[in-house]
Structure formats: structure tokens, C-alpha cells
């Protein structure tokens, strides 16, 4: 059974920062692309951040460009976003995938 579990959301004020982890189970981690997207309320959802089996390539939306990084533990079957400098716009709920398959989300609050 796979599973996509998402953690590390939550409320920061604008200008900080906030490190999301998705632990993934139940397929071959070391073989797969993974991608962080996210939905805001009343939006479109957004692939926000992709990284390639061996972590060696990684792609960014331009909103996050310089901001946020993806990266992943192939040993640990996880992959991380680090998330500097957050703005109120990034608050959205933030989802990892693969294939076919999605995470439940993790909520990220950005605001004073």
C-alpha cells in the first residue's frame, strides 16, 4: 500500500521559514520523481517544486525561485522543502506526488 505522508506545516510569520518532509512507503522512493504542489482556497493547485530519482536535478515555480528548495533522502525514502523567506501568498496547503499517487497535505499559514 503506498503512502505519502506529509509533516513540518504550520503557522510562520512572513520572512520565516518552515522545512516540509514527506515519508513515503510502500513503492520503490529511490526510482521515482517527486514534486511538492500546493492549493490555496478558490485557487488552481500549483506544482510548486520537482526533483529528479537521484535528487541530481531539481525545477522550481517561479514564485518560489530562490526560496524554497527540494531535496530528498533516498536511504530514508523522504523528500523535503525548504521554505525561506515566506511570504502570506505561499499559504496554501502543500501536497507531495508521484506517479499516481498523492500525500493528504500539510497546511502552511503565513501571516502576523
Known amino acids: 500500500q503506498v503512502q505519502l505522508v506529509e509533516s513540518g506545516g504550520g503557522l510562520v510569520q512572513p520572512g520565516g521559514s518552515l522545512r516540509l518532509s514527506c515519508a513515503a512507503s510502500?513503492?520503490?522512493?529511490?526510482?521515482?520523481?517527486m514534486r511538492w504542489y500546493r492549493q490555496a482556497p478558490g485557487k488552481d493547485r500549483e506544482l510548486v517544486a520537482t526533483?529528479?530519482?537521484?535528487?541530481?536535478?531539481?525545477n522550481y515555480a517561479d514564485s518560489v525561485k530562490g526560496r524554497f528548495t527540494i531535496s530528498r533522502d533516498n536511504a530514508k525514502n523522504t523528500v523535503y522543502l525548504q521554505m525561506n523567506s515566506l511570504k502570506p501568498e505561499d499559504t496554501a496547503m502543500y501536497y507531495c506526488?508521484?506517479?499516481?499517487?498523492w500525500g493528504q497535505g500539510t497546511q502552511v499559514t503565513v501571516s502576523s
Open positions: 506526488q508521484t506517479w499516481v499517487w
Open positions: 510502500g513503492f520503490t522512493f529511490s526510482t521515482n520523481i
Open positions: 526533483i529528479t530519482s537521484s535528487g541530481g536535478s531539481t
